[in-house]
């Protein structure tokens, strides 16, 4: 919405609070201040029972977070008829709507939510009809509706630009360095089947081989082309024939019949074939699109982080796999292009870029978000893998020695902060808690890998665990 809307939207927020008296505005606030844990707890109480809430709501993420957000949203939208900040009320709606679009919620579960706070307003003053006048009652209702539609508005506003970005990436993801890509794939593919078939021919007992879809392949395909090709029959077949080859696997290695052992090989090698021939269908058209690239690394750029980011989330709570976020930033960069010149300072930025590739498997991101500044996105990783991986890029480029066009030689470090995905379906409160990670790193020493730890109150309170 443009300011010329929300300056309408706070008019008209004005406006109804003008049909009502004084008493009716104060008397429907303290109502509201009196029975906001209640409506609270009708609220959440009702969207647990809707199936299509459970992937947004849960107990904890209710009791944790969710109901004191609530609780401030009613008490803030009811005193705006006493102290009279319109634009602020209007402002306020503006940014819940884009925080529901952000994380998903669809918007007729948020007006259901609504529709079940009025209900129980109506309940509460069966019980006692002289809480409110009809007035101040009549008043309640404006007010919740009013806050929906602007909800609403800003919800479809943010939603279509966010549908705009995401058919742009698939179309950038799908020809992105595809030649490359597709080729390392192809053998990361072959290398798994290799390695099994070593463990079953050389007569290995219980052996264990990782899954297909925990592959270097199965998580490239898995979280990257596959967006890249949403919606294609190719695209879900290798999904499924990469799933089918998991169960095969497993039943192989618990196989002892040599006969049952050859032929459960062969249908796996088969099921492959048929995988890399439907990877060449897909990668008809090799082109690269650059403008989702930072030309002086080649990492991606902050156009696409957000689609991505938010994706990642959004797999990892449906299927409750593990998810780590590193934010890197070059310490004393400025110092480096006073000393050596910018040219040295683009040199020290590529060399950060090289190391974090470095340690990245092909399913993950790895991004320039600003000057000096990276993202490193790490799907399918727990907290001891996340740091494993911090502190060799850390290690790396501290040991690390860089030669100007001139012959100086000179030495860079890097801060890293690290979060883990706490089941927050925000995708904005897990960069801020690797953002906080990384400052925390820079305010205790520099050049080390700070790992946020959230308390129960995430919002408010982090301890970090500094690993030097």
Not at 82 to 108: D, E
Request: hydrophobic share 40%; charged share 25%.
């Amino acid at each position: 919405m443009d300011n010329e809307c929300m300056d309408m939207l706070a008019e008209q927020w004005q406006q109804i609070c003008q049909n009502y008296s004084s008493d009716d505005l104060l008397h429907a606030f303290q109502f509201i201040q009196d029975n906001a844990p209640v409506l609270v707890e009708e609220f959440y109480k009702q969207m647990l029972l809707e199936k299509e809430s459970a992937e947004f709501f849960s107990d904890d993420l209710i009791q944790q977070r969710l109901r004191n957000t609530l609780h401030q949203w009613l008490i803030e939208s009811f005193s705006v008829g006493i102290n009279k900040h319109f634009l602020q009320a209007v402002q306020k709606q503006h940014t819940v709507g884009h925080v529901h679009a952000r994380v998903g919620i669809p918007g007729w579960l948020i007006m259901r939510g609504i529709r079940e706070i009025n209900r129980k307003i109506f309940e509460l003053l069966a019980e006692n009809s002289h809480l409110l006048t009809l007035s101040a009652c009549s008043y309640l209702m404006q007010i919740t509706s009013l806050a929906t539609e602007i909800m609403c508005r800003s919800y479809e506003a943010r939603t279509a630009k966010n549908q705009e970005i995401k058919h742009s990436y698939r179309l950038f993801s799908a020809m992105q360095d595809v030649a490359v890509q597709k080729d390392k794939q192809r053998g990361s593919l072959l290398d798994w089947e290799n390695e099994l078939m070593f463990k079953v021919f050389s007569g290995q007992e219980n052996f264990r081989h990782p899954m297909l879809s925990k592959s270097e392949f199965g998580l490239w395909f898995i979280h990257k082309a596959s967006y890249a090709f949403t919606g294609s029959e190719q695209a879900q077949l290798i999904i499924d024939r990469i799933y089918e080859v998991d169960k095969l696997n497993q039943v192989l290695a618990e196989s002892s019949n040599k006969e049952q052992k050859l032929e459960l090989i062969q249908h796996i090698r088969e099921l492959n074939r048929e995988v890399q021939h439907l990877i060449d269908q897909l990668f008809q058209v090799a082109e690269y699109i650059e403008n989702g690239n930072d030309s002086l690394t080649q990492l991606l750029n902050r156009r696409y982080l957000n689609t991505i980011v938010s994706r990642e989330i959004t797999y990892a709570r449906q299927n409750r796999t593990p998810l780590a976020l590193l934010a890197l930033d070059a310490d004393f960069f400025k110092t480096i292009n006073d000393k050596f010149g910018h040219a040295a300072g683009d040199l020290a930025l590529k060399f950060i870029s090289e190391n974090i590739q470095k340690y990245s498997r092909g399913s993950d991101y790895a991004f320039r978000v600003g000057g000096e500044e990276f993202l490193l996105l790490l799907v399918d990783t727990d907290q001891q893998r996340a740091l494993g991986i911090a502190e060799n890029i850390r290690k790396c480029i501290e040991s690390g020695l860089l030669t100007t066009a001139q012959g100086i030689q000179f030495k860079c470090t890097v801060s890293i902060g690290c979060a883990i995905y706490d089941g927050h379906p925000d995708y904005q409160k897990f960069m801020d808690s690797a953002d906080a990670a990384l400052y925390a790193a820079k305010n205790t020493g520099r050049n080390r890998v700070y790992l946020l730890k959230n308390g129960p109150d995430t919002s408010t309170k982090s301890a970090g665990v500094p690993m030097a």
